[in-house]
């Protein structure tokens, strides 16, 4: 049986999130641990949208949750679980949050989002430009740097794409340069 077929029959063709039976399409669901299948969820355009973008959020759209949340698949569980953090402040998602519970390993996945961070005490990434990076940015080295413990030199210019974030330090990123992770300064990368 076909990937989109096992996950059409999984979520009985309608929006793992909010029901919704029409424009669906597979999302892979970030940091998981695990792969194919239960790595991703059946979505609407609707939620797919509103997932990641702040501003085109619709709280109301998001009571959904409310059913979502008691899924027995932990890919939606972590998303509710990430939604509801997402949309703290309107107050209702708490409620839900309280009620909520996750097994170990997969709220583990889906505190890895960082959704759960107090903001005020969230890292800020921000490259030269004083861009704001994110995990997955792709970024442009502005000069050539030498890279320690190494005799390899990344030239200016090089793209490093899905680059990851130190979580300790706002001035390092990761990302690979010719097959080798390496660690990054902000102060010599330029968002694309």
């Known amino acids: ?17 909010c029901g919704q039976t029409e424009k669906l399409s597979a999302y892979e669901v970030p940091h998981s641990p695990k792969e194919g299948l239960d790595a ?15 501003e085109a959020r619709d709280p109301n759209h998001w009571r959904c949750l409310n059913d979502s949340m008691w899924s027995t698949v932990p890919a939606v569980q972590v998303m509710a679980w990430r939604m509801l953090h997402r949309l703290k402040g309107e107050g209702w998602p708490q409620d839900l949050l309280d009620m909520m519970y996750l097994e170990d390993e997969t709220k583990e996945w889906a ?42 030199v990344a030239k200016q210019g090089t793209a490093v794409r899905r680059i990851s974030l130190d979580h300790e330090n706002p001035k390092y990123i990761e990302g690979k340069v010719d097959g080798q992770q390496i660690v990054l300064v902000t102060d010599y990368v330029k968002k694309i």
Request: proline share 0%; glycine share 6%; hydrophobic share 40%.
């Open 1 to 17: 049986m076909s990937f989109e077929r096992e996950l059409n029959q999984r979520a009985s063709q309608q929006c793992e999130l």
């Open 111 to 152: 505190a890895a989002a960082g959704d759960a961070i107090d903001k005020s005490q969230q890292l800020i990434h921000r490259d030269v430009n004083g861009n704001v990076l994110e995990a997955g940015d792709s970024v442009v080295l502005i000069k050539d740097l030498k890279v320690k413990g190494s005799s390899m």
């Open 40 to 54: 991703h969820i059946l979505l609407c355009a609707t939620c797919l949208s509103q997932l990641d973008d702040a």
